[in-house]
């Protein structure tokens, strides 16, 4: 009987446990139904008695028990394990393949993949089609050559990072016994061939990194060290074929400053006594690369002094998340300093993993989103100052990791985070509105998680788990209370929607006191030397803390809204001309298509006029694939209003076509737009303008 990764896990883990394992440990773990454990436990017995071990014991109300028996021979047996006994999952079978393709020196084809991952020719197809889909994010190329059988082409540093990737999927055991049981087959040893000689050479160099610890005083995490040894191992390997690695000019200065650089170097001269081989100096770069991108356990030296520059921007990053923590967990940690030096060793990894394409992935991140859902949902939130330096956005498993560090000092230092809620936002606008609305959000709410925005279909067909609803139209409420806002919200809509939701809370957050009464009480226990200066910082810390948005290369609203693209005409027969007419200029110049301008129209008809955001103002859009070819807006000014329905506040004197290309590239703009708007004298100077040029320099004001 076969063992998967999965069952071989289940194993390992009742190995470990030495006590009972219940069935509900087991389906938390591992994520599976209570079915699928069962349905594992058979194989496992399956493969015990082949074996000869006792099987696993399932005692009610208690769980699940390996004999003492089984547990003492288990590891052994795993460790013995054929090639033939161990059935790779599908994740593990594509791993396996960019790893042997990338490695390969003798021609494979179709046949040698399948006997080296034991599985049917169709399957080994499908695994080579999802494959080769996936290496296009490292920008490799999976080719077939009827001479030269499967090939990975593309450029060295880009196969080193596919193999960092895919080694985190096949190298997942804890047990260091376990994880050299795979080294034969990592390395296309053959089954007639001594690989003792390359056990060996493992060893040795993670005893190499093992000396660079002391060097760079600092403790690399356990499976960093195992992984570490098999990545160098490799790259040695390519090394000693030729496979010349290449360092950018710019990083090359970066690195040569960089601590780790002479541990390094000290590595490389080690591992040329090793393998019998001189390293270039793009080696040890590389190497570096590695070794300021490794999670590191703790660190003997925790003083932030004698920081180079990236250490100093990496500082300021970690000061600020630490305090939007506190201010979104409505927490105060006193030991500050000590927190922060703590994160910046997580901080740092990070930082050079995302920086030179290192892809992380962990099995842990699923049960931290779940254990710790609340800090992951927290840290989300703060990770956008990390983002905003790196330039790129941080998966979830890096989140998850960073989430792990905030939930461990929490609990070391006893502080919880407030109790949060979270909001679904149901809106009937386009994509437009609808990701500025949830911007708006997100900034008034410190302790609310708005999970996400759906249309009023998504929301009557299917249910949603959240604390209560905000929606863009009057809905019926199911079992959660329902708070009707505008598309666009104004300070007095914001301040309203508050009021309403605290309302609703079962503990109102700390944030909502009367400034007066706190200033009233600090002023009779201390000396305010700035008491404007306190006073701001207390509103913006206890009312509304708002979440950084980033405008990267998101135009200006003047860049989209031109002053030819804004019209003024004296009315129009009704609405439906109204749209046509504002979208001319757009369609004029093959910004947008016939078809998106009877969308914008259709819409309304189905879904009514909830392009109207404010009293005389509209925005129609509607989808980007309606017919947008590039990203724009228009303007009609109407001296006679011009009805979009029979309700008070329906008569629009001012029409603003949208036209998006995705959901983020237009946010400036509408963010700029949504600032003009909010104040009525804007509105009404629109109104009153003569010309378009007067028009244009509102806008402008408004879009630098």
Not at 499 to 513: A, N, R, S, W
Request: charged share 25%; aromatic share 8%; glycine share 4%.
């Amino acid at each position: 009987m076969s063992l998967d990764q999965r069952s071989t896990a289940i194993l390992s883990h009742m190995v470990k446990a030495q006590t009972y394992v219940s069935v509900r440990e087991l389906t938390e773990k591992f994520h599976i139904s209570r079915r699928t454990i069962y349905y594992d436990i058979e194989k496992i017995n399956d493969w015990l008695k082949d074996n000869q071990l006792p099987m696993v014991k399932n005692v009610r109300s208690a769980g699940f028990i390996l004999e003492d028996e089984a547990r003492k021979h288990v590891p052994e047996k795993l460790g013995e394990l054929p090639s033939w006994h161990y059935e790779y999952s599908a994740k593990e079978r594509k791993a396996w393949l960019a790893i042997y393709l990338i490695a390969r020196e003798t021609p494979l084809f179709l046949e040698n993949l399948m006997e080296k991952l034991r599985v049917s020719r169709n399957t080994t197809i499908e695994d080579l089609k999802a494959l080769k889909t996936e290496l296009e994010r490292f920008e490799l190329t999976l080719l077939f050559d009827r001479k030269d059988g499967y090939l990975i082409l593309g450029e060295e540093d880009n196969k080193r990072k596919a193999i960092v990737y895919y080694l985190q999927h096949v190298l997942t055991d804890k047990n260091w016994q376990l994880f050299f049981s795979k080294i034969p087959f990592l390395l296309n040893v053959g089954a007639n061939e001594d690989h003792l000689f390359d056990y060996e050479k493992l060893k040795a160099v993670q005893r190499i990194i093992g000396e660079s610890e002391q060097e760079l005083n600092l403790q690399f995490t356990d499976e960093v060290l195992y992984n570490l040894s098999v990545r160098l191992l490799l790259f040695c390997k390519r090394a000693a074929q030729g496979k010349k690695i290449t360092i950018d000019p710019i990083d090359k200065e970066i690195l040569q400053a960089a601590k780790p650089f002479q541990a390094a170097k000290k590595i490389s001269d080690k591992l040329s006594v090793l393998f019998e081989l001189e390293f270039p100096e793009e080696e040890i770069l590389y190497m570096t690369k590695h070794l300021l991108s490794s999670r590191i356990q703790f660190s003997k030296d925790l003083q932030l002094k004698s920081l180079n520059e990236d250490e100093q921007i990496l500082t300021a990053v970690v000061s600020d998340m630490v305090a939007d923590f506190q201010k979104y967990a409505c927490v105060f940690f006193e030991n500050r300093t000590e927190i922060e030096s703590h994160l910046l060793l997580h901080i740092k990894p990070a930082y050079y993993r995302i920086q030179y394409g290192l892809e992380f992935e962990s099995d842990m991140t699923e049960t931290i989103k779940k254990e710790y859902h609340d800090i992951f949902l927290l840290t989300q939130k703060v990770i956008v100052h990390l983002e905003a330096v790196v330039g790129k956005q941080m998966n979830e498993h890096e989140i998850a990791l960073i989430a792990m560090h905030f939930g461990g000092w929490m609990r070391k230092v006893g502080v919880k985070p407030a109790a949060r809620k979270s909001a679904l936002l149901v809106c009937t606008n386009g994509v437009g509105t609808s990701r500025l609305l949830m911007h708006q959000l997100e900034g008034l709410f410190s302790t609310v998680d708005l999970i996400g925005c759906v249309s009023l279909r998504d929301y009557e067909r299917q249910q949603y788990q959240a604390d209560f609803i905000i929606s863009t139209i009057p809905l019926e409420e199911k079992d959660k209370p329902v708070f009707v806002v505008s598309p666009i919200l104004t300070e007095t809509e914001k301040e309203s929607l508050l009021k309403k939701v605290i309302g609703h809370l079962e503990t109102p957050p700390k944030q909502h006191y009367s400034m007066e009464a706190l200033m009233e009480m600090i002023g009779r226990h201390a000396a305010i030397f700035d008491k404007e200066g306190l006073h701001q910082e207390l509103k913006q810390y206890l009312c509304k803390p708002e979440r950084p948005v980033q405008d990267i290369e998101k135009p200006p609203l003047a860049s989209l809204l031109k002053e030819e693209a804004i019209q003024l005409k004296n009315h129009v027969t009704d609405w439906q001309e109204a749209i046509r007419t504002a979208a001319k200029p757009l369609l004029k110049n093959g910004f947008i298509t016939e078809a998106y301008t009877q969308a914008m129209i259709e819409n309304i008809e189905k879904m009514g006029p909830y392009i109207v955001i404010s009293p005389s103002v509209a925005i129609p859009h509607a989808r980007p694939e309606d017919g947008v070819h590039t990203l724009s807006m228009s303007m009609l000014k109407l001296e006679k209003a011009v009805p979009f329905s029979e309700k008070a506040g329906h008569d629009i004197h001012l029409v603003i076509v949208l036209a998006a290309v995705d959901g983020e590239t237009h946010l400036k703009a509408l963010s700029q737009l949504t600032t003009i708007l909010s104040e009525e004298e804007n509105i009404k100077e629109i109104i009153q303008a003569g010309s378009s040029k007067e028009i244009f320099q509102i806008v402008s004001r408004y879009s630098r």
